[in-house]
Each structure stands twice: as C-alpha cells, then as structure tokens.
Nanobody
Framework: QVQLVESGGGLVQAGGSLRLSCAAS????????MGWYRQAPGKQRELVAA???????TYADSVKGRFTVSRDNAKNTVDLHMDSLKPEDTAVYYC?????????????WGQGTQVTVSS
C-alpha cells in the first residue's frame, strides 16, 4: 500500500505565505505526476499545481506567479510554496500522486490539510 501524508496548513493573513509538504511512503516502485488540488466549501475539487517526474509544471491560472510546486524524487516528496495568499485561496488542500507499485499503477490521495487566509 501507499500513503501520502501532508503537512504545513494553517491560518495566515492575506498577503502572507505558507508551505505545504507531502511525503509518499509504502510499496513504491516509481512515481510519475505529483500535484496539489484544493476544495473550498460548496465547490468542486480543482487542480492547483502539478509536476512531472522530469520537473515540468502546470498551474491553475488563479495561482500562477504566486505558487510554486517542487518535488524531490529521491525522497518521494512534493511541496507547494504559496506566496501572496488571498482569502479565495482558503480551502482544504490535497496532495496526489500517480504511483507505480509492484502490482499496479494508480492515483493516491492524501488526507487533506486546511489552509485558511484571513482578510
């Protein structure tokens, strides 16, 4: 089995910064894409940022220029650096990863971490 564990959420004032971290562990053969999604109350889960194993990145338009996604392939971790936070960034943030184990390839999700931005 594979587990994704997130950390780093919290409460911050508008204009502030936070860093989220996610570590994958378990029976991992390799990890392809990793990323961060978020879900605000009453809204659908949406992609925030993703990064391939080669380092190519994708960002939602709403976070471009403010958020940076990075990963450490040796440690199976992915981070999300969030700057210039806005109240509309308030959501539960989920880490995800496409993991190849010895038995299959599937997408795994973390349990989520709350980010609250006060105005």
């Amino acid at each position: 089995q594979v587990q994704l564990v997130e950390s780093g959420g919290g409460l911050v004032q508008a204009g502030g910064s936070l860093r989220l971290s996610c570590a994958a562990s378990g029976s991992i053969f390799s990890i392809y894409d990793m990323g961060w999604y978020r879900q605000a109350p009453g809204k659908q889960r949406e992609l925030v940022a993703a990064i391939t194993s080669g380092g190519s990145t994708t960002y939602a338009d709403s976070v471009k220029g403010r958020f940076t996604v990075s990963r450490d392939n040796a440690k199976n971790t992915v981070d999300l650096h969030m700057d210039s936070l806005k109240p509309e960034d308030t959501a539960v943030y989920y880490c995800n990863a496409d993991v190849h184990t010895l038995w299959n390839l599937r997408t795994y999700w973390g349990q989520g971490t709350q980010v609250t931005v006060s105005s």
